[in-house]
Nanobody, 118 residues
């Protein structure tokens, strides 16, 4: 069982920045594919950013709407994954979830609210 805890959410004005962090307990972020998803009210949960395991090269991928603004990264020493969000827009408002995938195992964090005011 891997427990994930997100932090760093909050309220920010359009054009501002936030940094989300996901701490993993009970599993290494190095061996997993780590994702950030988000879910706006009344919407489905969508993938925002992904970083593959270290053995898979740590390849990053982003949804088109955040390319050039968001950066996902891994801190092996702290066993965390972060999402740096810059030039934020009101449409980035959502609950952001950390996701851990290793083989057949999938784990989710409880989510953190991000609100971008116009």
């Amino acid at each position: 069982q891997v427990s994930l805890v997100e932090s760093g959410g909050g309220l920010v004005q359009a054009g501002g920045s936030l940094r989300l962090s996901c701490a993993a307990v009970g599993g290494s972020v190095n061996v997993a594919t780590m994702d950030w998803y988000r879910q706006a009210p009344g919407q489905q949960r969508d993938l925002v950013a992904r970083i593959s395991s270290i053995t898979s090269g740590g390849v990053t991928n982003y949804v088109d709407s955040v390319k050039g603004r968001f950066t996902i990264s891994r801190d092996s020493a702290e066993n965390t994954v972060s999402l740096q969000m810059n030039k934020m827009k009101p449409e980035d408002t959502a609950v952001y979830y950390c996701h851990y995938q290793f083989g057949e195992y999938n784990f989710w964090g409880p989510g953190t609210q991000v609100t971008v005011s116009s």
